[in-house]
């Protein structure tokens, strides 16, 4: 790859707005890659209120419209699967989708050539659906094609098996794809094994995720952050605060009983509410809702440790952004979360659906502070040298050349 090459991503998922956490981690290797030199431009679907073009540190976002400005609701979300399988509305947004977004890059391709400055890489984020819009659109002389997995799209394919010929014909385009994580690429496999599948995490913004200003400053309770739905385990961490380890963790406390703060929203958020009340526990849940990312800052340094009970988790940035802040994380050993948190790096894991072991190891950190600070900021180093964005990019400049040749 030339230091002046150029890079055209696709992707339903980037920022919308400075602090958006959308696909942040797509816009971070965005900006790597031009302060390397590259120049990246991005195709997304638009959405209400945004503009048809823009710049967001830098990099050029083009908005791609779909449909009428009422039901431009499938990209940003993260229900784009709901949606689509419970209307005809959303079925037809999402063909309407497809369309749009393969004519915009179409054209994007062509004009980069007549110009005399083609793009030397398209890098499809996820493979449906931004992949899927150029299946069978590419012609001879069009630049490579990567395509990387991040998890909603392996684990749509694994639900529905008539997406596994249609995965297989995708990825088979591609000159090479990448998965965030060990367990989603070995999945992935499973569904296509012809494809050439490298193991290349995207980046977290290490600039904004510190440990707080006074390292020795006290640190109470436990965060969760993510969607209120099945996979990310809200339940059993409400059912873990009332195990009977942290259940005697708090009869030892001389003040407030553990308090747990929930970032997040989603379909399953007034069940997970009643759910916290039938447990006694409505005066100790902080509802906070989604938040942007640097609101996302000061609850993890504030937090004494994250947890993650997620089931498949394509990589789980959420706990890399927490270990940057120093704060430990105690997960389910599943999915991409086995890449991240790491018992050997400040991490702890335990076993799937277990939520008495949950308990126990989230009461352990609770109860020993000097533990969890030096836990949280060994798994800190861990971060900084595989997340960086720094060092992601250098990673993606590898597969660009591989994928050039």
């Not at 904004?208 to 339940?235: C, Y």
């Not at 849940?285 to 640097?294: D, H, N």
């Not at 798994?379 to 591989?402: C, G, I, K, N």
Request: hydrophobic content about 50%; proline content about 6%; glycine content about 8%.
């Amino acid at each position: 790859m030339p230091r002046a090459a150029r890079v055209l991503f696709v992707t339903h998922n980037v920022p919308r707005f400075d602090g958006d956490a959308a696909g942040s981690f797509v816009l971070r290797l965005a900006v790597a890659l031009q302060s390397a030199g590259v120049t990246v431009e991005i195709i997304a679907p638009a959405a209400a209120g945004l503009a048809h073009e823009a710049r967001l540190e830098g990099v050029r976002i083009q908005r791609v419209r779909y449909a009428s400005e009422a039901r431009m609701t499938l990209a940003y979300a993260g229900n784009m699967a709901e949606q689509v399988m419970s209307s005809w509305g959303g079925k037809l947004a999402l063909l309407g989708m497809l369309r749009a977004m393969r004519r915009a890059v179409r054209t994007q391709i062509d004009a980069a050539a007549r110009a005399g400055t083609p793009f030397d890489i398209v890098h499809a984020h996820w493979w449906f659906p931004s992949a899927v819009a150029l299946w069978r659109v590419r012609r001879a002389g069009d630049p490579p094609l990567v395509i990387t997995m991040h998890g909603s799209d392996v684990r749509l394919a694994q639900r529905i098996a008539s997406a596994h010929p249609v995965m297989r014909a995708v990825l088979g385009e591609a000159a090479l794809c990448t998965a965030v994580s060990g367990w989603l690429a070995e999945t992935a496999l499973r569904i296509a094994p012809n494809a050439s599948i490298a193991v290349s995490p995207m980046p977290v913004d290490a600039r904004h995720f510190i440990p707080p200003a006074d390292p020795s400053a006290a640190r109470s309770g436990i965060l969760f952050v993510g969607r209120l739905n099945a996979q990310k385990g809200l339940a059993d961490l409400l059912e873990a605060m009332v195990s009977p380890a942290m259940r005697a963790h708090d009869a030892q406390r001389d003040g407030p009983l553990t308090s747990l703060d929930v970032a997040g929203d989603g379909p399953d958020g007034d069940a997970l509410k009643a759910r916290a009340t039938a447990l006694g526990l409505a005066e100790r849940v902080r509802w906070y809702g989604a938040l942007p990312q640097p609101a996302l800052v000061p609850l993890y340094q504030g937090a004494r440790v994250l947890a993650i009970p997620s089931r498949e988790e394509g990589l789980g940035l959420v706990a890399v952004e927490a270990q940057l802040c120093g704060t430990p994380v105690v997960a389910y050993a599943d999915g991409g979360l086995i890449d991240v948190v790491r018992p050997d790096h400040g991490g702890t894991l335990v076993t799937v659906g277990d939520t008495r072991a949950l308990g126990e190891a989230l009461a352990r950190l609770l109860a020993d502070e000097a533990t969890a600070r030096e836990l949280g900021m060994t798994a800190r180093h861990e971060m900084l040298a595989r997340f960086s964005p720094e060092a992601v990019a250098d990673r993606y400049l590898t597969h660009y050349r591989q994928a050039a040749r």
